[in-house]
């Protein structure tokens, strides 16, 4: 699997917008968000399939589908939970 490249976070500005407006992340390469001095989550591609990896409180990342509309609404309800967390 691999990092997600121009195309597939192209696909994905819809959410990258909005990960943008938080005023906890940083997005410190285009997809690449940092919370306070740690990466936090950034994105992969697998075939037409796209991902997201975001760092829990463990400390450990957990790797969400996020190819549909429904996908990518609970990937950034789990988003706003670990930030809220």
Do not use: C, N, W
Not at 10 to 20: H, S
Not at 24 to 48: I, M, N, P, T
């Amino acid at each position: 699997m691999k990092h997600a490249g121009s195309a597939a976070l192209a696909a994905l500005e819809d959410v990258l917008g909005r990960l943008r407006q938080s005023p906890e992340l940083r997005e410190k390469s285009r997809g690449v968000f940092y919370r306070k001095s740690r990466a936090f989550l950034h994105f992969h591609e697998h075939g037409d399939d796209l991902y997201a990896d975001v760092r829990q409180t463990d400390g450990e990342y957990l790797r969400l589908r996020i190819t549909t509309q429904d996908e990518r609404a609970q990937f950034e309800q789990a988003v706003v939970a670990l930030l809220d967390g």
